[in-house]
């Protein structure tokens, strides 16, 4: 194969991941194994109760504790002491109030980790307890105690259009249902974790596991007062995030460690902490009342969204946004109203996760389009084809619809899935078979908020070009999805591109990892650096082979004239080098928006949508009301695949991690509001053994504003995977549920409550 | 700091803790017992480190009709042996689901019994065996009957200065069958919501239960134990529908189950009745079809 194939083929082959190599060969170094000369280990004293005043608190005896070289509390910060990426209203260290299980109280410095551990013992604090609100019912109860003086909800909004009254009125059949959605935790395989130190120049050096670098240090030198020349956030390669590290975790509280002890400092959440202290993903409770006409179309659709935000706000607004931007699917709905309320409890701290809302917001009306499509005795994906809004169409909120093209071919391939072969015969008389459909969408990016990306590339002489982009590779391959667009751009074989991620003191702005906006942000970003290489390097390779810039052109690396005359760029760099010159090049790309935005709104509705449409197969054992998934064939329209092993991995892992959310996992809190399943032993997350066969298909797509037509695939895969198993449970046993998880228990209650069923095998 | 005891030798190991038992902590893998360290939930003073004692504790054999495992068996070696293939098919049914790939690699026989927390597998099983553990001290050998062996949760009748040596029971014969099943919300890895092991004999022509053990944790507190009320009823009846929705019934009287977080203490009842008729059934159908092949 010639280089110039090679080349060509760039974008839409699975090249092997960069970084590979040093993570199934072990040589990858994590927080854990890292250690410097001289260096301490932080922890952090967290709160035993959950929600109360503080009387006091004496860490005398901790600081003379043997090897304790610091303990820190609030006091010894000088900055607004909080933090939140959206408002900032969570205290870096508490000081008058804590408001959930495990909130970061004081921090410990010591020259062991055992000795700061011991430490521990040595603080003391008085709370004067107060009653505990454990869910969104207690919260908006009328003499609910508060948990901010602001009150209990900490954001409400709502948007309407048409007549819902009348379409209500025009309406044939009409569903009015609730819909319960529980917490998931991240359970990334690495925790919160990070090294700093102080260099000479006196910066400090942040090394942590996280989705950016930029938000963090905004969000650092705020809450401590430090000079932004005085901070350096670099992401070092981690195990996952999945939105768990989006907002600030440790950041604060490392920087501040090292700040006090000018000393190295590492500090690593165990388990346990990361279960209690860390991000999860939000309660839900959807009211949703729909009406279709007979002929099944829609022609109302009323929504109540609350969703549970713990102690805190963090990116609770964008979620809430998300989830009633999904909340009309991308149906034909002339009059709809959609309601939203963010309500604080004291359960720990929600914030981003993977679909960021939509896999709630799915879960309520997927089940509900399942229920009208079977009352009204049509296909569910017919059903789903009749109300696919068209391009061109005005939406829900408003806009004309521009991408609904990959949804409906991803729905009519779905028909002709091998599922739809398979003998609903169970293989004993009380296993029973169903299959189920959802479809999910997610929008790409931050909606109708201005999101500018930055990113670079430069062109060493020795035969190199390094990419800069501070989205954080947390396992999910960018830093190859994003070579390969460096490498179709500039015909560049991949073993000459190399990456900076995510590094304060190198890279631009490019924003974090979340949103699915990675691939369609960065990517273009770094195409426009290249352009502007190609721009800026044209002249100086006239000058270098004197001719007219005119004369030349740009293919693989190198200026021609004509046959045989030619300049690569890499003698280009040198030759500028010499003169002074940099080679280092910086592009933009600014996410295009929505037409019409909605007042108030701050996520949603996005310009850009991935869709995905899943088919589930079933088994209910009717004994045991144990439920297990047995097959997956998901259609998705991502727009063009740049790394098809990538963007399948990436599909994999959120059909399964949406199988966990269905069925095993929930995040528990007792009645004083203390977690009790932080820990792998006690918080299931589906194993190899409960996998079920997953066949995939990228729909053939193209987005216009895509980096090479791509759009993005992080949270697509997630989004449909509840409300498909609950349908498919339907259609094997005949039941709705409308409540999350599908835990054997429920399932079994469920059964017993309504068929009387005999326990007898 | 812990200090740690590496014997070579079972006789060594012994004397090692034949005065001041009390503060050692016996190590057969460490599966249980490490991440108990690590969260602090025990401080051990010492640690007396079974692993150098392959050579005496690690054994199956069979001697006459009686099989005899030395402590340090592991699960995956249990899965592995020929004897576990056919009547003693509970082993594989608990082995297959027992921990991951890697626990059962590690877990030891008698780090089982030891731990003796609720959720150990494969002591219903030799409870429903009718097993007997051999405690090996300096002054000899002592038996446990192993129905007799946990006395609370996480608490087992050894004396400081002993060592778990040995379980054995009988192989069961060609009437008999055993099963075990456990449910809890994913395949492996899992503390289970409920477990259940069974021991089944049929009379010789085939048509009644002639005797039956049924062990399942969780009976009363947080221990595996008997179900004898339940065996008694079912002892010489025919295996009929009815017959088996009594015995629920019974069963249901018979165990205490708690609610936690995992599982309420309603939903752990209706599993069990659900587990017995599946055990009763399942051993049945093996003994008859063993008989039909001959096997």
């Known amino acids: ?186 359970m990334f395989l690495e925790t919160e974790a990070g090294l700093g130190y102080l260099d000479e120049k006196g910066v400090i050096n942040i090394f942590v596991s996280g989705q950016g670098a930029h938000s963090y240090k905004g969000q650092i030198t705020r809450a401590l007062e430090i000079p932004p020349d005085k901070l350096r956030i670099v992401n070092y390669p981690e195990g996952g995030a999945f939105g768990g590290k989006d907002d600030v975790t440790i950041q604060i509280l490392l920087t501040l460690l090292v700040m006090k002890t000018k000393k190295p400092v590492k500090l690593v959440l165990t388990r346990e902490e990361s279960g209690a202290g860390g991000y999860h993903r939000h309660a839900s409770l959807i009211h949703l009342k729909t009406g279709v006409s007979k002929d099944g179309r829609f022609m109302a659709n009323k929504a109540h969204i609350l969703l549970d935000t713990g102690a805190y706000v963090s990116f609770g607004p964008s979620v809430l946004d998300t989830a009633m931007e999904v909340i009309n699917g991308k149906y034909r709905i002339p009059n709809i109203s959609v309601e939203g309320t963010l309500v604080y409890t004291n359960n720990g701290f929600s914030s981003a996760f993977r679909g960021f809302g939509a896999p709630q917001g799915n879960f309520a009306i997927e089940n509900m389009v399942d229920e009208l499509a079977y009352e009204l005795k049509m296909d569910p994906i017919d059903f789903r084809l009749l109300n696919l809004l068209q391009e061109g169409e005005i939406n829900s909120f408003g806009n004309p619809e521009r991408d609904t093209m990959g949804a409906h071919v991803a729905l009519t391939e779905a028909k002709g899935s091998r599922l739809w072969k398979i003998s609903k015969k169970g293989s004993l008389p009380w296993i029973k078979v169903g299959l189920g459909v959802s479809f999910g969408v997610k929008g790409v990016g931050y909606g109708p908020v201005k999101d500018v990306s930055y990113a670079a590339v430069e062109v060493i002489p020795s035969g190199l070009v390094k990419a800069f982009f501070s989205n954080a590779d947390y396992g ?260 709705r549920f409308r409540e999350l998880p599908l835990s054997p228990p429920r399932v079994s209650s469920r059964m017993q409550q309504n068929k009387g069923i005999s326990v007898l095998a | 700091m812990t200090e740690v005891l590496m014997p070579n030798t079972l006789a060594e190991a012994l004397s090692m803790i034949s005065k001041d038992g009390h503060d050692v902590l016996i190590l057969g893998s460490g599966s249980d017992v490490i991440p108990r360290i690590r969260e602090r939930e025990i401080v051990p003073k010492k640690v007396l480190d079974l692993s150098g004692l392959g050579s005496e504790l690690n054994y199956i054999r069979i001697e006459g009709n009686v099989i005899r495992m030395g402590a340090l068996v592991t699960v995956r070696q249990i899965i592995d042996n020929e004897l576990f293939k056919g009547r003693l098919e509970a082993f594989l049914q608990a082995g297959r689901m027992f921990g991951g790939p890697q626990i059962r690699n590690m877990a030891t026989v008698g780090g089982n019994l030891g731990a003796a927390s609720s959720s150990e597998d494969l002591i219903p099983i030799f409870i429903a065996l009718d097993a007997k553990v051999k405690m090996a001290s300096i002054d000899g050998d002592r038996l446990v009957p192993v129905s007799k062996l946990v006395v609370a949760k996480r608490q087992i009748d050894r004396r400081p200065n002993e060592i778990i040596r040995e379980i054995y029971f009988e192989m069961p014969d060609d009437s008999s069958w055993t099963a075990f099943f456990k449910a809890g919300r994913r395949n492996s890895l899992i503390i289970d919501l409920i477990n259940m092991a069974m021991y089944l004999k049929l009379n010789i022509d085939g048509t009644k239960i002639e005797d039956i053990r049924i062990a399942l944790n969780r009976v009363r507190g947080k221990t595996p134990e008997r179900a004898y009320k339940t065996e008694e009823y079912l002892r010489g009846k025919r295996i009929e529908n009815e017959t088996i929705a009594r015995a629920q019934e019974v069963l249901d009287s018979e165990v205490q189950l708690s609610s936690d977080f995992r599982a309420s203490a309603e939903y752990r009842k209706s599993l069990d009745k659900v587990i017995l008729a599946r055990l009763i059934n399942n051993c049945r159908d093996r003994i008859v079809e063993g008989r039909r092949t001959g096997n």
Request: net charge negative.
């Open chain 1, 476 to 735: 999910q391959g960018i830093n190859t999805g994003h070579l390969q667009i460096v490498a179709q751009k500039l015909g560049i074989p991949f073993e000459n591109l190399r990456t900076v991620n995510a590094d304060t003191a190198e890279c631009p702005d490019t924003g974090s990892s979340d949103a699915s906006r990675s691939t369609f942000t960065g990517g273009n970003a770094l195409i426009n650096a290249c352009d502007q290489l190609i721009e800026v390097m044209k002249p100086e390779a006239a000058r270098m082979m004197k001719v007219q810039p005119t004369e030349i052109s740009y293919a693989d690396g190198k200026f021609t004239f004509k046959e045989g005359s030619e300049v690569s760029i890499f003698d280009i760099a040198s030759f500028m080098a010499k003169e002074g010159k940099g080679t280092k090049f910086i592009g933009s790309f600014e996410m295009p928006r929505v037409a019409k935005p909605i007042e108030g709104m701050i996520e949603a509705p996005r310009f850009s949508n991935a869709y995905g449409v899943l088919l589930s197969l079933v088994e209910v054992n009717e004994l045991t009301g144990l439920v297990k998934a047995k097959a997956f064939d998901f259609y998705a329209d991502i727009g063009k695949v740049i790394n098809p092993l990538l963007a399948l991995s990436q599909c994999e892992s959120g059909l399964i991690q949406g199988l966990g959310y269905a069925i095993t996992e929930e995040l528990t809190y007792d009645v004083d509001g203390k977690p009790l399943n932080t820990n792998y032993t006690t918080y299931i997350v589906p194993s190899t053994t409960d996998i079920p066969s997953i066949d995939v298909r990228f729909v053939d797509a193209v987005e216009k504003y895509g980096p090479y037509g791509a759009k993005g695939v992080g949270e697509i895969p997630i989004v449909p995977v509840a409300s498909s198993l609950t349908n498919a449970v339907h259609d094997a046993i005949g039941m």
């Open chain 1, 1 to 186: 194969m010639s280089e110039g194939q090679l080349i060509y083929s760039a974008i839409g082959s699975s090249s092997q991941r960069v970084d590979i190599r040093e993570k199934v060969d072990g040589s990858l170094k994590y927080f854990t194994d890292m250690k410097m000369d001289g260096m301490l280990y932080g922890v952090v004293f967290r709160s035993t109760v959950t929600h109360a005043r503080i009387r006091s608190m004496d860490v005398t005896k901790a600081i003379s504790m043997p090897g304790i070289r610091a303990v820190l509390t609030s006091r010894d910060i000088k900055g607004m002491n909080a933090y939140g990426v959206i408002v900032p209203d969570a205290p870096v260290l508490a000081y008058d109030k804590v408001r959930f299980y495990g909130e970061p109280l004081a921090l410990i410095a010591g020259d062991t980790l055992e000795q700061a551990e011991a430490a521990k013992d040595g603080i003391k604090v008085d709370y004067e307890p107060l009653p505990v609100i454990r869910n969104i019912d207690e919260a908006l109860k009328n003499d609910a105690p508060l948990i901010h003086n602001n009150g209990n909800i900490a954001r409400s909004m709502k948007v309407e259009r048409g007549d819902l009254a009348r379409g209500f009125k025009d309406s044939y059949l009409v569903l009015d249902r609730d819909y319960r959605t529980h917490m998931q935790k991240h």
